[in-house]
């Protein structure tokens, strides 16, 4: 708790013996429109130096306070002290995220491979309102700790997340992948082509390491409102060993920041958003015929 000290008046022509300093303390609201006095107290005045007083009650965070001070003798009030400011320190971080107990991680240290994206995602397969120019957009995603999830059902998109959802951008996505780079929770960036049209196939290779087994990539479904496909954070191990293949059947997701119903619908952000969602009645594109499919596997020697 923050102690408040003032020095103590003097009488104007003699040394007054007994006199009590009272404290006054205000909470300053965050527009600046007023405030709330949330304490008071009083003390005995320290004669030589500067008089404290303890304040006892719970302070906000990141929050601006003011105080002022005077003192008095048998009833007998002196004049307020001028206001003194001060502002409560931000909260201290959060602690980073623990590992999450799970199988045992991989024994050997490194491992590469290709991720192979197919989509036979067409006007045969998904006839309603199809669009003229149907195509994917540049994957992007990286190797990662299990506790990590740069997206996920059910949770609010991230700015990169909205980005590569809408316009099929890699940026900021790749700002958040550099983050947990340096937070050390992310080791690969990946980043592959596109796919100019679909139905067609694109495969981006990549290195994963012991410490980071886990994998997250996605790619927009175009054009769309905010529809996208992908894996968070799917282990390419079991049983301590490297899987040697994986394959994903992927749906689509709504990033829950457009409204949009259709492939082409006009832009109409979501504020709040919603959140990351599986798409569900609005087109035949969450039909269970013709989604596409991802697979994984190891290149070995």
Do not use: C
């Amino acid at each position: 708790m923050p102690v408040l000290a003032v020095t103590g008046p003097m009488g104007r022509f003699v040394e007054v013996m007994g006199l009590n300093l009272g404290f006054a303390l205000w909470e300053i609201a965050a527009d600046g429109s007023g405030s709330v006095l949330i304490e008071t107290g009083d003390v005995p005045m320290v004669m030589q130096g500067a008089t404290t007083y303890a304040v006892e009650s719970p302070l906000k965070v990141d929050t601006d306070y003011r105080w002022r001070a005077r003192a008095f003798l048998d009833g007998a009030y002196g004049s307020w002290s001028p206001f003194s400011h001060f502002r409560t320190a931000l909260p201290p971080p959060p602690s980073p995220p623990s590992p999450a107990p799970g199988p045992q991680l991989p024994t050997e240290p490194q491992a590469r491979y290709v991720a192979v994206f197919e989509t036979d995602w067409s006007a045969a397969t998904h006839p309603i309102d199809f669009p003229d120019n149907p195509h994917f957009s540049q994957l992007i995603g990286a190797t990662h700790i299990g506790t990590v999830r740069f997206w996920d059902g059910g949770a609010i998109a991230s700015a990169g997340i909205e980005r590569m959802s809408e316009e099929g951008s890699v940026s900021p996505l790749d700002d958040e992948i550099a983050a947990a780079q340096s937070a050390g929770i992310a080791d690969t960036l990946i980043r592959g082509g596109g796919l100019p049209v679909s139905p067609g196939t694109e495969s981006v290779e990549f290195d994963v390491t012991s410490p980071f087994p886990f994998l997250t990539l996605v790619t927009m479904v175009a054009p769309s409102p905010d529809w996208f496909v992908g894996v968070s954070g799917v282990p390419l191990f079991a049983n301590g060993q490297w899987l040697n293949e994986v394959v994903y059947e992927l749906f689509p997701w709504d990033a829950g920041t457009d409204s949009g119903a259709t492939y082409e619908s006009d832009d109409a952000d979501i504020m709040p958003q919603a959140p990351i969602s599986l798409i569900q009645g609005a087109t035949d594109l969450d039909q269970r015929r013709g989604t596409t499919v991802r697979s994984v596997h190891r290149e070995t020697d």
